[in-house]
């Protein structure tokens, strides 16, 4: 048995193939409107690639959370106000989170490790297996997102996932961004930027935060793509998966943790 | 044998009017309650992305999981036969049909967005067992309103036993699909056990039977019609036995969960340290729903005591709520392990403690006004229809083996 069995498998893939469809993916749907629109749908998204992460928790910096509003900015969280009289609790009970940081310590050893979570992009998402109308899918490049036009706001996906990933919209939204539709009683949750990835650009935003704050701890690409540096990175040294028992092969992976 | 007669409920205007105003209150009340949760959106209820299923569910599944056990009456009447029971099958459909839409009006206004009904509805994902459960109470419905028909139709006689056991039947699948809803959620420790589906089965049992004694012997009180003993005391035993079947399972269910190392954690929480779901499940499970009804209902003290069997149906119903409060939301509130061997030191969104609830009054008026749906749906049932017998004194002598 191989120790690093958590790894998608590269070798049986034919990889040309797969670049000259992934590359084709990304120039069938440029500008921003026809990403809005593709959002919600699998439409130009090829299943030769599957995108995914790779967090080195070693340079993740305890303390920073660069990467957390980058995200809340790009997905115009950062615009949702925060009820008024609400206590800091509720509100960080209710406010959507897609992106957190965690800072571990090991019970043994007292190891301090820090980390984002996020959704893992499963590849057998239980949020989507639960899902009474099908709005929580999964899309052919790996990327679990929820189509907020039939999500019914039942919020049995946010009990199926382990990683606590997804987040309830509790109150009106005033304002919002047009690439990051949004609305009250629908469920929503990290979507690896498909906004940005659909309109041909290769790095997600807390990516491009951590390294701006020059971390670089996220590293995110196409994991079937032997010759991507994510693949590579995956293949060079032992990374794990949260909770790899429940067997769900995630997308996003950390090492040193 | 004496033909029963079957006849609507019709009692003095007051006493039955009085009644339904009180129910159609408490109802429209609910429904503000639910307006003003949809109008604002949930920020105004105690959920939480951490605790996501609150008191309305809470209340939407104890019905829903009722609506099935009040069948069994007319199960046991008509499928296994039997004099005792068989008169009162009429009214045992009714009841868990009343119970049944009950539950769903609560499920259905405290989703995010009820007004896509239809999209819930018509559009369904095959793999998710809540698609199923919707297609499982729909069936219910249908089933179970066939199965009336039959009693009461005499044209249609020839189809009692044959629909009684397809009811008999379904309405098993369903509890075991209202149970697979805990059971398909594998990160979370609290519901990661095979015996969820057969004890939420025979909790069916006991919260539905708790409920059809409740409500028979209100409407007879209503009407002024009289019972028999004999007839009460079958009940009541047969309450007994589920009631006793009930506590089984909660221990063997924590036993075996003890006995799996990793689950340790949360069994100390529900059972030693867990607060008020602590509380709840000793109090409210095992002393209210469970101990004090058991010594009522055989203590000889109370033999012919018709007080002591409501007191203890009541017991019954309000022991099986905190059970299923424990069930939904303390199986929340304790904190998924999601790095095992590490202790979290830091997290925004409440990773490794035990999250906080405390539901709102609005959520609790959604809650009752559910009850109030089915309570109200069965007194005009039974004003409507004939389902219940003119006179429920015991049988004569030799009738009943
Ligand atoms: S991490 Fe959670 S939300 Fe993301 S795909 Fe897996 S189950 Fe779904
Ligand atoms: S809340 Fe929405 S996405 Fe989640 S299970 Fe329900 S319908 Fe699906």
């Known amino acids: 048995m191989s120790i690093n069995n958590d790894q998608p498998d590269l070798q049986r893939r034919d990889f040309i193939g797969k670049t000259v469809l992934a590359a084709g993916a990304a120039t069938v749907a440029p500008g921003v409107l026809l990403t809005v629109a593709n959002a919600g749908s699998d439409e130009g998204v090829s299943s030769a690639v599957r995108w995914g992460m790779l967090i080195d928790t070693n340079k993740c910096v305890d303390g920073c959370s660069a990467c957390v509003e980058a995200c809340d900015k790009e997905n115009g969280i950062d615009l949702i106000e925060r009820p008024q009289g609400q206590s800091d609790e509720m509100w960080n009970a209710q406010r959507p989170q897609w992106i957190r940081k965690v800072k571990l310590r090991d019970t043994q050893t007292g190891e301090i490790s820090n980390l984002p979570m996020m959704c893992q992009h499963c590849e057998h998402p239980p949020c989507v297996d639960v899902c009474p109308t099908g709005a929580s899918f999964k899309r052919a490049d790996g990327i679990v997102m929820v189509d907020r036009h039939i999500c019914i706001g039942c919020r049995y996906c946010m009990m199926a996932c382990p990683y606590k990933a997804r987040s309830f919209i509790h109150q009106d939204i005033a304002e919002q961004l047009t690439s990051a539709p949004r609305g009250k009683g629908c469920v929503e949750s990290c979507h690896l930027c498909a906004n940005r990835i659909d309109a041909g650009r290769e790095t997600t935003a807390c990516q491009d935060a951590c390294n701006q704050e020059g971390h670089k701890a996220i590293l995110f690409g196409d994991l079937k793509n032997p010759d991507s540096e994510i693949a590579r990175a995956l293949k060079a040294q032992h990374s794990r998966q949260i909770r790899a028992d429940l067997e769900l092969n995630t997308g996003v992976r950390y090492t040193n943790v | 044998m004496i033909k029963t007669q079957y006849r609507e409920l019709y009692c003095s205007s007051p006493r039955y009017w009085g009644g339904l105003a009180s129910l159609a209150f408490i109802i429209l009340v609910g429904l503000g309650a639910a307006?003003?949760?949809?109008?604002?959106?949930?920020?105004?209820?105690?959920?939480?992305?951490?605790?996501?299923?609150?008191?309305?569910?809470?209340?939407?599944?104890?019905?829903?999981?009722?609506?099935?056990?009040?069948?069994?009456?007319?199960?046991?009447?008509?499928?296994?036969?039997?004099?005792?029971?068989?008169?009162?099958?009429?009214?045992?459909?009714?009841?868990?049909?009343?119970?049944?839409?009950?539950?769903?009006?609560?499920?259905?206004?405290?989703?995010?967005?009820?007004?896509?009904?239809?999209?819930?509805?018509?559009?369904?994902?095959?793999?998710?067992?809540?698609?199923?459960?919707?297609?499982?109470?729909?069936?219910?419905?249908?089933?179970?309103?066939?199965?009336?028909?039959?009693?009461?139709?005499?044209?249609?006689?020839?189809?009692?036993?044959?629909?009684?056991?397809?009811?008999?039947?379904?309405?098993?699948?369903?509890?075991?699909?209202?149970?697979?809803?805990?059971?398909?959620?594998?990160?979370?420790?609290?519901?990661?056990?095979?015996?969820?589906?057969?004890?939420?089965?025979?909790?069916?049992?006991?919260?539905?039977?708790?409920?059809?004694?409740?409500?028979?012997?209100?409407?007879?009180?209503?009407?002024?019609?009289?019972?028999?003993?004999?007839?009460?005391?079958?009940?009541?035993?047969?309450?007994?036995?589920?009631?006793?079947?009930?506590?089984?399972?909660?221990?063997?269910?924590?036993?075996?969960?003890?006995?799996?190392?990793?689950?340790?954690?949360?069994?100390?929480?529900?059972?030693?340290?867990?607060?008020?779901?602590?509380?709840?499940?000793?109090?409210?499970?095992?002393?209210?729903?469970?101990?004090?009804?058991?010594?009522?209902?055989?203590?000889?003290?109370?033999?012919?005591?018709?007080?002591?069997?409501?007191?203890?149906?009541?017991?019954?119903?309000?022991?099986?709520?905190?059970?299923?409060?424990?069930?939904?939301?303390?199986?929340?509130?304790?904190?998924?392990?999601?790095?095992?061997?590490?202790?979290?030191?830091?997290?925004?969104?409440?990773?490794?403690?035990?999250?906080?609830?405390?539901?709102?009054?609005?959520?609790?008026?959604?809650?009752?006004?559910?009850?109030?749906?089915?309570?109200?749906?069965?007194?005009?049932?039974?004003?409507?229809?004939?389902?219940?017998?003119?006179?429920?004194?015991?049988?004569?002598?030799?009738?009943?083996?």
């Not at chain 2, 008169?87 to 009950?102: D, E, K, N, V």
């Not at chain 2, 409210?284 to 203590?299: A, E």
């Open chain 2, 35 to 401: 307006f003003y949760m949809e109008h604002n959106g949930h920020f105004v209820t105690g959920m939480s992305n951490q605790i996501v299923w609150g008191l309305p569910h809470v209340f939407a599944i104890f019905l829903i999981v009722a609506a099935s056990g009040a069948l069994n009456v007319a199960s046991i009447g008509s499928v296994f036969g039997g004099p005792m029971y068989k008169p009162l099958g009429r009214f045992s459909g009714l009841l868990s049909i009343g119970l049944l839409a009950g539950g769903l009006v609560v499920l259905l206004l405290d989703l995010g967005r009820p007004d896509r009904l239809i999209v819930a509805m018509t559009t369904y994902n095959f793999k998710s067992i809540f698609a199923w459960n919707i297609i499982l109470y729909t069936g219910f419905f249908t089933i179970v309103g066939l199965y009336l028909w039959a009693m009461m139709d005499r044209k249609f006689e020839q189809f009692k036993r044959p629909i009684g056991f397809a009811a008999f039947f379904w309405r098993l699948a369903l509890t075991t699909g209202t149970g697979s809803i805990f059971g398909f959620l594998v990160a979370r420790e609290a519901y990661d056990a095979a015996i969820m589906a057969p004890m939420f089965i025979i909790m069916s049992f006991s919260y539905g039977l708790a409920f059809f004694i409740i409500t028979l012997m209100a409407a007879y009180w209503w009407a002024d019609r009289s019972i028999g003993d004999l007839r009460l005391a079958k009940l009541k035993n047969l309450l007994g036995v589920f009631v006793g079947a009930v506590l089984y399972f909660a221990l063997v269910y924590h036993l075996t969960n003890l006995y799996v190392t990793q689950h340790h954690g949360v069994e100390r929480f529900i059972l030693l340290d867990g607060g008020i779901y602590t509380n709840m499940f000793w109090i409210g499970q095992v002393v209210i729903g469970g101990i004090i009804p058991l010594f009522l209902l055989y203590s000889p003290a109370f033999a012919t005591s018709r007080f002591a069997i409501t007191v203890a149906s009541l017991l019954v119903l309000i022991g099986g709520f905190f059970q299923i409060y424990v069930i939904v939301i303390g199986g929340q509130a304790f904190p998924m392990n999601l790095f095992p061997g590490k202790e979290v030191l830091e997290s925004s969104f409440f990773d490794g403690v035990v999250a906080g609830y405390s539901p709102s009054l609005a959520e609790a008026l959604l809650g009752i006004a559910g009850v109030a749906v089915s309570m109200i749906l069965v007194a005009i049932g039974a004003r409507m229809l004939r389902v219940l017998p003119e006179s429920l004194e015991d049988p004569a002598e030799g009738e009943c083996v």
